[in-house]
T-cell receptor, first 115, second 113 residues
């Protein structure tokens, strides 16, 4: 079974530029998550999708971050314009539906450096 | 809202020695608890999870964790560490019906020869 795929693995941009990350979840997983992991901290949930719909985006800085999940499969996360404090690893995870709490499978992440 | 505290930022242990990583959670109801490991440049991998039942949970790679409700703790243990156990370890808590996980800040484990 293929895991969660993410690209690119690394990205360096200047502040005020835009950047996009791509995630392909495990086939059949209805739920997709984007996390931000700042150096020295644990992952923080940015947005959660259930199929095409957004379940939770309460911690997404919506003035600069956007995310979409087309056709309930792949997802992209965009930052525009980037700030220095956006430097982090962006992790995508997916999980099947089910109770009580399905396991989340994580991709390798995209390391973003904003200069 | 649930939260997790991992009191130890960094632990160094000799190869073959035992390892214990601490995790304290805050949540009003019965929590769902997880331990993940992250090797450099890798995503997070689930080591074990606790939902209910036996409070001593066995996981992969020889790890186990014990849920202690009275202490709001879910500490991770391994009797004998291997050099490949050097990584960052995250404790996380979730709630029934809410797929969102709250992670601790992590503990970095260094294994010396």
């Amino acid at each position: 079974e293929a895991g969660v795929a993410q690209s690119p693995r690394y990205k360096i941009i200047e502040k005020r530029q835009s950047v996009a990350f791509w995630c392909n979840p495990i086939s059949g997983h209805a739920t997709l998550y984007w996390y931000q992991q700042i150096l020295g901290q644990g992952p923080k949930l940015l947005i959660q999708f259930q199929n095409n719909g957004v379940v939770d985006d309460s911690q997404l800085p919506k003035d600069r971050f956007s995310a979409e999940r087309l056709k309930g499969v792949d997802s992209t996360l965009k930052i525009q314009p980037a700030k220095l404090e956006d430097s982090a690893v962006y992790l995508c995870a997916s999980s099947p539906t089910g109770q009580p709490l399905p396991e989340q499978y994580f991709g390798p992440g995209t390391r973003l450096t904003v200069t | 809202a649930q939260s997790v505290t991992q009191p130890d930022i960094h632990i160094t242990v000799s190869e073959g020695a035992s390892l214990e990583l601490r995790c304290n959670y805050s949540y009003g109801a019965t929590p769902y608890l997880f331990w993940y490991v992250q090797s450099p440049g890798q995503g997070l991998q689930l080591l074990l999870k606790y939902f209910s039942g036996d409070t001593l949970v066995q996981g992969i790679k020889g790890f186990e964790a014990e849920f202690k409700r009275s202490q709001s703790s879910f500490n991770l243990r391994k009797p004998s560490v291997h050099w490949s156990d050097a990584a960052e370890y995250f404790c996380a808590v979730g709630a029934h019906g809410d797929y969102k996980l709250s992670f601790g800040a992590g503990t970095t484990v260094t294994v010396r020869a």
